[in-house]
T-cell receptor, first 107, second 114 residues
Framework: KNEVEQSPQNLTAQEGEFITINCSYSVGISALHWLQQHPGGGIVSLFMLSSGKKKHGRLIATINIQEKHSSLHITASHPRDSAVYICAVKGTDKLIFGTGTRLQVFP | GAGVSQSPRYKVAKRGQDVALRCDPISGHVSLFWYQQALGQGPEFLTYFQNEAQLDKSGLPSDRFFAERPEGSVSTLKIQRTQQEDSAVYLC????????????FGPGTRLTVL
């Protein structure tokens, strides 16, 4: 069993839809990252959070430490949101990554 | 630019060749990380430097992999006698101080071993 699991693995949506991507982890962590990876490999950090909720534009990230679960929400999705979204947790000494959720938003 | 840069962006090697991948971290960033990302997978940790000191190399998959950061800035990941299973995107990230700070990622080097 992977230490970080994401669901769904693949997600398609129509422009304007509300999107939720989930991340569950099994190790103790100090923080959790949500990352966005576009084709070509570049990774952008969206959020780093250790409790509660953070919002940036149309993106919202929440984390429940007790349940070892985090969600990334995208409101009013747009085709430019199409990317792979990766959850990564800070364990004791290194980042542990999920395998990513591939999101495609169609106009 | 002010971000992390990596070169080359794409590298094709014949099996058995040696390759060297370069990472230029954000100026002033103390920590530097290398990750390997196989197709369809999330990145996996390879090694971590704080300044010129390699504090953790537990993720390097074999002794064919070697990383250095001799002056505490630019880092090179070297792979000797490349194998097909080495084909992956190699990502570099840097952070201001240590592991607990946010990491900023470079665009990656896509290595294909034929």
């Amino acid at each position: 069993k992977n230490e970080v699991e994401q669901s769904p693995q693949n997600l398609t949506a129509q422009e304007g839809e509300f999107i939720t991507i989930n991340c569950s982890y099994s190790v103790g962590i100090s923080a959790l990252h949500w990352l966005q990876q576009h084709p070509g490999g570049g990774i952008v950090s969206l959020f780093m959070l250790s409790s509660g909720k953070k919002k940036h534009g149309r993106l919202i990230a929440t984390i429940n430490i007790q349940e070892k679960h985090s969600s990334l929400h995208i409101t009013a999705s747009h085709p430019r949101d199409s990317a792979v979204y990766i959850c990564a947790v800070k364990g004791t000494d290194k980042l542990i990554f999920g395998t990513g959720t591939r999101l495609q938003v169609f106009p | 630019g002010a971000g992390v840069s990596q070169s080359p962006r794409y590298k094709v090697a014949k099996r058995g060749q040696d390759v060297a991948l370069r990472c230029d971290p954000i100026s002033g960033h103390v920590s530097l990380f290398w990750y390997q990302q196989a197709l369809g997978q999330g990145p996996e940790f390879l090694t971590y430097f704080q300044n010129e000191a390699q504090l953790d190399k537990s993720g390097l998959p074999s002794d064919r992999f070697f990383a250095e950061r001799p002056e505490g800035s630019v880092s090179t990941l070297k792979i000797q006698r490349t194998q097909q299973e080495d084909s992956a995107v190699y990502l570099c990230a840097s952070s201001l101080l240590d592991y607990y700070n946010e990491q900023f990622f470079g665009p990656g080097t896509r290595l294909t071993v034929l």
